[in-house]
Every structure is written in C-alpha cells, then in structure tokens.
C-alpha cells in the first residue's frame, strides 16, 4: 500500500518568514495529494490540494507543488502569520481512489 | 447538522471494557471514514463506508475492532475488550464523493480514548 513520509515533523519560523513542508509518497499510481491544516484541539481541514496532471497550484499566500518523478510534493507558506500555527498535514491517494494516506504530520510554530 | 459530529468527545475506560464510538455525517454524504490519531501522530486510516458498506476493512487493527453504518448516515465504531495501545483520538470524516480526488473529507472533532 501507499506509504507517505512527511518532513519536518516541527518547524519553528518567525512571522513574515517562509515555511516549507515535504513529503514523499511509495505508489506511483498517487495522483491526488491534499493537505489538511489542524489547528491545537480541532478538527482537520483541508487547506489545499493538487492533481497530478499539475506541478504546482497557488491560492493566495500558501502553494503546492508536485514532482511526480521523483514521487514528493511540498507545502509552501509565504509570509507566515501567528494563525498559521498548526499542524500540517499531506496526504495522498492512489489507484483506489476512496483512501487517503496521511503523512504524520508537521507542528508549524509562527513566533511573532 | 452543519458539520460532521462525533460522541462521546472524550471518554476515559478500564481496560478490558468495550467502548462505542459514534459519528453522525454530514446528511447526503454517501461516504464515511473512520481514522485513528495517536498522540504525535498521524492520520492512520481505520474503515471506509460506501452507503452502508464497507468495501475496505483493511486499516482495522484487530479483530476486536469492528464497525457499522445504517440507514447511510450514523456510524459507530466498537471496540470490544479495550487495551491501553488504543488509546487514541478516533476521528470521523464524510465525503459527498465517492472519491477523494472529487470530495474533500470533511471531519468531526473526534472521539479521545483513554484506555487505563
């Protein structure tokens, strides 16, 4: 089955500085990675995510990006604020196409 | 309701008890997922229903684990003769799509385990 690596498991940055977040996935019949924000005490959200028929994808200050070559995708927030404080994330889905394989996550700390 | 629900939202129990886990989804979303989160973990995916299938038992622990879905909406989730290794935060997630590519999970708040 899929197997996701994900890395930092925590990143500390100040407000204004950028963050990355890396994944890896196993199966190369993944083609849908989303990433899900989640927030001290609640629930996951998603926040973004991408198909493989892209390389990357923006929505305002956060963007995705994706190389299915080498099997990774990564999470990038520019201009990060203390609300973007949570816990990050990615995932990916392979040829079942119902399951998503959750990396374990990143602890992202924005200091003001 | 205007999210997916869970209950109990926490729930402390000796081992060797069996606890029910419950999950209301969202209404109209045809597919239901069970997922476990140990602490400083992630996501580890349990159950997945279709209507009230479950065409994917695989993430299923044990055979002390099981799990239903009726009339397609609310889900339970057994666990019978409770260990300490399941302590664990139970989260619930629908989806509107049968497939993730086209429908964002949409999850509860979860269910917190604590097995003495």
């Known amino acids: 089955g899929e197997n996701v690596e994900q890395h930092p498991s925590t990143l500390s940055v100040q407000e204004g500085d950028s963050a990355v977040i890396k994944c890896t996935y196993s199966d190369s019949a993944s083609n849908y990675f989303p990433w899900y924000k989640q927030e001290l005490g609640k629930r996951p959200q998603l926040i973004i995510d991408?198909?493989?028929?892209?390389g990357e994808k923006k929505d305002q200050r956060i963007a995705v990006t994706l190389n299915k070559t080498a099997k990774h995708f990564s999470l990038h927030i520019t201009e990060t604020q203390p609300e973007d404080s949570a816990v990050y994330f990615c995932?990916?889905?392979?040829?079942?196409?119902?399951?998503?394989?959750f990396g374990k996550g990143t602890l992202l700390t924005v200091n003001p | 309701g205007a999210g997916v629900s869970q209950s109990p939202s926490n729930k402390v129990t000796e081992k060797g008890k069996d606890v029910e886990l419950r999950c209301d989804p969202i209404s109209g979303h045809t597919a239901l997922y069970w997922y476990r989160q140990r602490l400083g973990q992630g996501l580890e995916f349990l159950i997945y229903?279709?209507?009230?299938?479950?065409?994917?038992k695989s993430g299923l622990p044990s055979d002390r684990f099981s799990a239903e879905r009726t009339g397609e909406s609310v889900s339970t989730l057994t666990i019978q003769r409770t260990q300490q290794e399941d302590s664990a935060v139970y989260l619930c997630?629908?989806?509107?799509?049968?497939?993730?590519?086209?429908?964002?999970?949409?999850f509860g708040e979860g269910s917190r385990l604590t097995v003495l």
């Open positions: 991408i198909r493989s028929n892209v």
């Open positions: 997630a629908s989806s509107f799509k049968t497939t993730v590519h086209t429908g964002e999970l949409f």
């Open positions: 229903f279709q209507g009230n299938s479950a065409p994917d």
């Open positions: 995932a990916a889905s392979g040829g079942s196409n119902y399951k998503l394989t």
